[in-house]
């Protein structure tokens, strides 16, 4: 059983490095095509696998945050968000505060190479 919760967090933490990196490389090249010719055919090459893989590891997140994506369609980016929003107060869930401060972090990174993207 402890084998598979080790298999379970070594594949998230891959596939969230994976995920922002992917993340990083997207933006900079969208940064760079906006106004361009390129920009409908960058959103399609570049865009579609990103967000199918962006959808997988919000799936892949159920277990670790206990909590489902808010729709069927909702990305990493759209669960932080939700998570940002959510009241903390000292009598909070520790799990409810985890993913608060867990959200405002990422958040924080992502924001750095798209501002105001989450």
Same mark, same amino acid.
Request: hydrophobic share 60%; glycine share 0%.
């Given at each position: 059983m402890i084998a598979l919760i080790d298999q379970y967090f070594s594949l998230v933490i891959t596939a969230m490095i994976y995920l922002f990196v992917a993340f990083v490389f997207v933006m900079k &090249?969208?940064?760079k095509v906006v106004g361009t010719k390129l920009e409908l055919p960058g959103k399609i090459f570049l865009g579609a696998p990103f967000v199918v893989f962006d959808?997988? &590891?919000n799936i892949l997140l159920i277990p670790l945050? +206990?909590?489902a994506p808010g729709s069927f369609t909702e990305l990493v980016t759209g669960r932080m968000k939700r998570y940002k929003k959510l009241k903390v107060y000292s009598h909070s869930s520790r799990i409810i505060k985890w993913r608060f401060m867990f959200a405002v972090w990422i958040c924080q990174k +992502?924001?750095?190479h798209d501002k105001d993207h989450c």
């Open positions: &090249v969208k940064h959808w997988w &590891v945050f +206990l909590d +992502l924001n750095q």
